[in-house]
């Protein structure tokens, strides 16, 4: 296959000696856009050695000259928005100037990463013995933030850029070195991510890019024992990841079923925009989406009106025309979602609109009166499909949304800000957004999920902290 993308390994673009590739399928043409290498179990064990050698030398380079690279590959990223954005259209089916967007984040997050990394790695704390019973002022703590050694980052299909570069910058500035492996779909957005990098001047091995299948290289990247810390963001098979690996640090974001709980008092009009937007943006395929409307009875008439006045304007088609719509990931994507429809039809929910799909294009879908029987009620559907479950209390609101095995975000609409905090704090999951459709962004916030929705807290800060291990030196005097 003379045609396929190489992978990245010690600074060059290589052709995998198992001489076979993996085929990138267009969601919307259903049809093979690329072709990426199928690397080898030998070839991972071949990065992992490059990546620990060049992590030696790399954790001695200065902190600001670190900075400098990373500034240098976003300043580059941002120059090759479009190209990227190209591969992200035809990759994954992303509405056009959601994929120029993602590229730009990505730019403006290393950037912040380099600055935020220089601020709190350039700092450690400095302890006196006589704080603690017992003690004379005879030693001094010093404590420094030092690197973890190669970082494994695997992002998902849906933030193939973002996701990824949400990795490796606070992996780098920290002083480590990445073995990235990114998803089937969005691979060669990867690649082109890692071109950025690469021309930006990294030393050699420090990043690689292995591309292939699941099955012959997933389990072994993950459970390799030159990995020290896996960042993922991906479906449950993060749960399974955390199983067999060793002990390493782990950060995981596995996915969510955010609840939008609507109060009588609520602005129906926001909450209807914010529905729309956190529901149906990029065709519901985002880990945030809200993936379930908990409304009060009382408004429920009037905001399914308002909803599905503005699901009527959404336009439905190519993400190359930036329609809202888009097809879904894959044909087998499209197939679970139908599947959660007909079970949802079968049980009785009234469809606002009419089912309609064509290929991996699913028309967007509010399924009302849904009930707990519904497996729509729980599960996760990665697509245009939203459940509205009409509520008597805020309790009832809370309680579906905490016998979720997910919890991961929220959403709250009422003018009452004491009742929001309330909700707020018996929520249980990691981010409450009050009065606005869940979201990651801003980038530096904190983003954590409770229970099956992942382990650890990222966000730049929090990432950077998460990829170092804190080191101390005590000074003893005589
Ligand atoms: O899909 C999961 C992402 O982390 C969600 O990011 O809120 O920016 O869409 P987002």
Redesign the pocket.
Known sequence: DGDAYKYYSNGEWKKSSSGKTVAIVNPTTRKTQYKVQACTQEEVNNVMELAKSAQKTWAKTPLWKRAELLHKAAAILKEHKAPIAECLIKEIAKPAKDSVTEVV?SGDLISYTAEEGVRILGEGKFLVSDSFPGNERTKYCLTSKIPLGVVLAIP?F??PV??AV?KIGPALIAGNSLVLKPPTQGAVSCLHMVHCFHLAGFPKGLISCVTGKGSEIGDFLTMHPGVNCISF?GGDTGISISKKAGMIPLQM?L??KDACIVLEDADLDLVAANIIKGGF??SG?????IKVVLVMESVADALVEKVKARVAKLRIGPPEDDCDITPVVTESSANFIEGLVMDAKDKGATFCQQYKREGNLIWPLLLDNVRPDMRIAWEEPFGPILPVIRINSVDEGIHHCNASNFGL?GCVFTKDINKAMLISDAMETGTVQINSA????P?HFP?QGLKDSGIGS?GITNSIDMMTKVKTTVINLP
Do not use: H, V, W
């Open positions: 984040r998902p849906n933030y973002n996701l949400s963001t974001e996915g969510g943006s990029y395929q985002r880990c945030t989406a975000q869940p979201a990651r962004g980038d983003f990222q």
